[in-house]
């Protein structure tokens, strides 16, 4: 749901851009416009990358541990002990 583009009179922002210039508190929105107002609908909280405290907090609830959450946003990934650089 986060917004990757917006146009407007033919320049292209991302949905982050657009975030950060109007205050929204997520990427995730639509915009509804007339010819004397515009409204955003904004879902969830964030930059829309990563883990939301929410979804992993509501995962802990039902019982998820720590390694379940993390693989459920983050896919592909190994969990193991770290070795140092």
């Keep these: 749901g986060t917004v990757l583009k ?3 009179n ?3 922002f991302t949905g982050d851009e657009i ?3 109007f205050s929204l508190r997520s990427p ?3 915009i509804e416009a007339t010819e004397k107002t515009v409204t955003f609908n904004v ?3 964030g930059h829309g990358v990563g883990m939301s405290q929410y979804g992993a907090n509501y995962l802990a609830s039902v019982g998820k541990n720590y390694e379940d959450i993390l ?5 592909g990934v190994e969990i193991g002990e770290f ?3």
């Design 6 to 8: 917006v146009v407007l």
């Design 10 to 12: 033919k320049k292209s």
């Design 19 to 21: 975030r950060k210039a």
């Design 28 to 30: 995730v929105f639509t």
């Design 43 to 45: 879902t969830g909280y």
């Design 71 to 75: 693989k459920t946003y983050y896919t």
């Design 83 to 85: 070795e140092g650089f």
